[in-house]
């Protein structure tokens, strides 16, 4: 709906500029003197109005003349229809509702993972196979993250936050009423097909919006929304399963209800953000008013098909051989793992330990979102230290290895947070040892999700979305796989065993940080994706 309204905003700016310029024509005409610079107009809610200064080479409807045609583009540094210069406190909305869509599509993959027992009983399968509900939801989001990357450069973000969140919702609806396993697994697999449309790109929104000094506070917020939702959903879930009158499938109901809200307030307040969209919507508008052939370089780019078979084998590519990609991945990758299993895990890791209940082991997850919020809390100071290493030089571009930080100090406390939690694990010990542990786990989560995002960003540029679909897709996918051996590694060779082998895994990783820190720069300079960074100081 806001789409609509940001597209009849554009053709009005377009015609003040046209009468604008018909203006000064005609008094160039009877005066023969140069034309004065176009005045400002008033801008609109999104920052669509006004016309700042227009770049060398352009006429004053930001068009600059090529074979064929005019090309529309940005006017400048300034110019208010680019997402980046539009008013803060609209921007701030379009991440609070961002946020909320994340939000409840990564609490979708969690919500049922605490009824495991019920659910399980209730389609006469054993737990094992019910842990299939959540390991094809990661298997829909690894699949569907190839395509929402080209399909929302071809189409505009807007697009595929709304189509995929309505179509996530028929299959929230049908993971709730199916009566078979196999209607949930089929259902469960579609919900994190489309929830990829909002969990694949929502980085790229941040991108659109935001430039690189800005970022260092944004991002902890939609790192947030990503990774602290699937730890609500269970202690909901758990509290659920502990009330009479409700059955385990009263989960995927408060899923349905929250993302309907959800999708409510997208469709009516979330505008479009991607840029070549914008500039494409301009050059339609100014077509029409003036009839002279007037064009975006969006318009002129590959169809949809053309860019998949371009992005495809790069996403895979990426991942093989960008070492940058492959160590931040890698991280990703294992701390996906440990998330999505701890939802099978924590059941061995608390509820046998300590005799505890449904909705107690459900609130142990409450210390890993605990964790997370404290890391998030930081925002502010990330910002400012982002804002002291550039000098406070407005727009200026962040050294890529800068974003390394947050991950470089919590490195390590991933193997000391899981051969803690492993090796307390016994009732003799307070269960406050084994939450702390976990504690120290959310804050790694967050820290190593927003140094990794930002750093790819930073460092490839136009591909950073590819470079952040590659690496989407392979954390979920392999996510998925894990989520489907965690029972059977806790119950074949135990809690403290799983998490020693799992420590040791991140005890490899943990120079990773590090050494991208000293060697980075080097690995971007022979890498023929990542961007210069010469002579950038705007992004």
Known sequence: MWSVVQYYNIREVAQREIRGQEKRQHHVDHTKQPSGPLSETEGTNDGLGGSPRKEEGQNDLGAGGVEGGLNVEVKGHDDPINPKNWPLLSRSKNIAILALLIGVQAWAGAAGSIANTPASSEFGVS???????????????????LFVGPLSETVGRNPIYLVSTFCYLFFVLGSALTESFGGQIVCRYFVGLFSSGTLGINGASVRDQFRPVKRAFVFPVIAWANVVPPTLAPIVGGWVLETSGLTWRWTEWITLIISCFAFVVAFVFLPETYLPIL????????????????????????SFWKRLEHTLPMSLRFFLTEPVVAVLGSYLVLLYVLLFTFLSGFGYIFTRTYSLSDGITGSCFGSIAAGATAFTLCAPGLYSWARHHTEYVSGAHVKPEFRLWPAIFAAPLLPVSLFWLGWTNFPSISIWSGLGACFCFGIVLIAMYVSSYEYIIDSYGDHAAIALSSITMV?????GGMTLAARPMYEGIGVRWTLFLLGCLALVLTPGPSLLYIYGHRMRQRSRYARSEVGILHD
């Open 127 to 145: 737990k094992e196979a019910e842990t299939l509900s959540t390991a094809v939801y990661l298997f829909g989001i690894g699949s569907g993250c």
């Open 279 to 302: 500039l494409d919507w301009k050059a339609k508008h100014l077509r029409r008013a003036t009839g002279k052939r007037y064009f975006s370089e969006h318009a002129r780019k590959a």
């Open 475 to 479: 954390r979920y996918l392999i996510a």
